[in-house]
């Protein structure tokens, strides 16, 4: 198929470049209109032979960049500029080159007579689900720039709580890492030295001792194979991971998990009940909206909860019902959603369950801190006392030996 460039006009005058594939010039005039734009020049261009596009299995953008997009868009939309222009204006704004190209692509569809909904949904690592699909309520709401604010609005809270909790996680990895990087130290330097030293004596070693020798020498001996056989499992673990039963059951696990798993639940329940809002707001069938819902919260044993609660919808029952039943619903959320539906106000209670949430989040992790400080210290305590006592036992009986 030829590709043509073109020049035209838009309706406030503002001149607009581009190139499109077609069978003949008459169907880029027709799109060309469709857009609203009058052309000024159509030239046939080089026909050529292009490869599969494999960049866009390789793309990625940044959060902050989609947050900024939107933001942005949202200003210039609902200042009149057309849409094909504000993508243009974007896209030599933007400093991150990936994120540029993406543009240029959704750009292209536009002008090519794509809806703005159906480019986005061609990028889905960049853009998911919901967001096409609230660009799409909003396109047909006319209410496109307040929903590209809710978006906006939307992902900020979702990089935030996601930022506390990998920022309240981290001091445990990084007193875990050092622990287990102390030992391999102990295990490959220190403790064969130590024991050359005891076995030039004839004592009884104790049984930390034992323990710590025997482990440094099949360390020293057989690290190969523990490296392999560390390599098995992680390859098994990953697969059994994505498996839906695996998966299903480690996702469970992590609610489990003492004090990290009431902050993971509740800053995916955070998550829920502003992303459910949102779309609810945006005009979407509350149907729809849950579905979306379920593959977006980043957890299967809560995503089968919220496709549960989208059965009960289904079958005239009310949201509220099913929640209330679930073990992962506080009573007073499911009572917030049950006013709610009774007064006609559901986006307005979730956004409020979903601040509930934050305030929450906030609260745990700025304890968590205090929680696992006693809790680390005493894992370190008992590592070094073993290390020590293993270390120094047999030292008094080898001055037993040297006094005699």
Known sequence: MPLFRYRARDKAGALVTGSLEAESRGTIEASL????????????????????????????AEQTDVILFSRQLATLFSAGIPLTKSLSTLERQFRSPAFQEILRKLRLDIEGGSSFAAALAKHPKVFPEIYSNMVEAGEA????????????????????????????????????????????????????????????????????????IKGSTLFNRYWYVALVVSAVLFFIGRLYLRSSGGAMQWDSVKLKIPVFGPLMLKSILSRFARVL????????????????????????????????????????????????????????????????????????????????????????????????????????????????????????????????
């Open 33 to 60: 209109d469709k857009m609203g734009l009058i052309p000024i020049s159509i030239a046939e261009g080089r026909p050529s032979f292009q490869l599969p596009d494999i960049k866009k299995y390789f793309e990625k």
């Open 141 to 212: 709401g006319g209410i496109l720039d307040s929903v590209l604010d809710r978006l906006a609005v939307m992902f900020e809270k979702n990089a935030e709580n996601k930022a506390k909790v990998k920022s309240a996680t981290l001091y445990p990895k990084i007193v875990l890492g050092a622990v287990v990087v102390a030992i391999i130290i102990l295990m490959n330097f220190v403790v064969p030295r130590f024991a050359k030293l005891y076995a030039g004596f004839n004592v009884e070693l104790p049984l930390p001792t034992l323990i710590l």
């Open 277 to 404: 809002g949102a779309l609810y707001k945006s005009g979407l069938p509350i149907l729809q909206s849950l579905d979306i819902v379920s593959r977006s919260v980043e957890n299967r044993v809560i995503a089968a909860e919220v496709k549960l609660i989208e059965d009960y919808v289904r079958a005239g029952k009310s949201i509220s019902e099913p929640m209330g039943a679930s073990a992962y619903f506080p009573p007073m959320v499911t009572q917030m959603v049950a006013v709610g539906e009774e007064t006609g106000n559901l986006d307005v209670m979730l956004e409020k369950s979903a601040e509930y949430y934050d305030r929450e989040v906030d609260s745990a992790i700025r304890n968590l801190t205090t929680t696992l400080e006693p809790l680390l210290l005493a894992f370190i305590f008992v590592i070094v006392l073993f290390l020590a006592l293993a270390i120094f036992l047999p030292m008094w009986d080898i001055l037993k030996v040297v006094r005699r």
